[in-house]
């Protein structure tokens, strides 16, 4: 596991990149924490890093935003409000996950199970003080800890 710690927000762009830097051949970055925590900043802050200057927003509604960078495509989940796996696999999900292309999930709890085993967990904790720890490591090694 490797974990980030921010204090302000002044500190994200420079922690984002450096998170992406920490796993340089990972391209799916699923993101967890409460309501609150920042998961659509830390997201900002990775386009940020991978040159992405359209407006970056949460696709609550839409499931998936898609932007261009120099890296080429960057997909954005947001799974809060999915139904089902189905619906899910319906948005062409997969091929998106499968492309190569980065990859940000937010909520990927809704699902663990189809994301491929080179995804990042980042897990987002929210202390007292307003500071995120970040703790990061491959899906595979979280899934063995759960058991």
């Given amino acids: 596991m490797i974990v980030f710690r921010t204090s302000h927000l002044g500190e994200l762009d420079h922690t984002a990149s450096l998170m992406l830097s920490a796993f340089p051949n990972h391209r799916i970055f699923a993101v967890e924490g409460p309501i609150g925590s920042g998961k659509t900043t830390l997201i900002k802050a990775f386009c ?77 904790n929210v202390e007292d003080d307003g500071a995120r720890i970040y703790e990061m490591e491959p899906l595979p090694e979280r899934t063995h800890k759960l058991r």
């Fill in 48 to 124: 940020q890093t991978l040159q992405i200057y359209d407006k970056v927003s949460s696709p609550t509604f839409s499931i998936i935003n898609v932007y261009e960078s120099p890296q080429g495509l960057v997909y954005h989940f947001d799974l809060y409000r999915l139904n089902d796996m189905a619906e899910f696999i319906a948005t062409g999900a997969m091929e998106h996950l499968e492309s190569g292309a980065y990859c940000f999930i937010e909520w990927p709890n809704k699902a663990l199970e189809i994301l491929p085993h080179e995804t990042i967990i980042i897990k987002i």
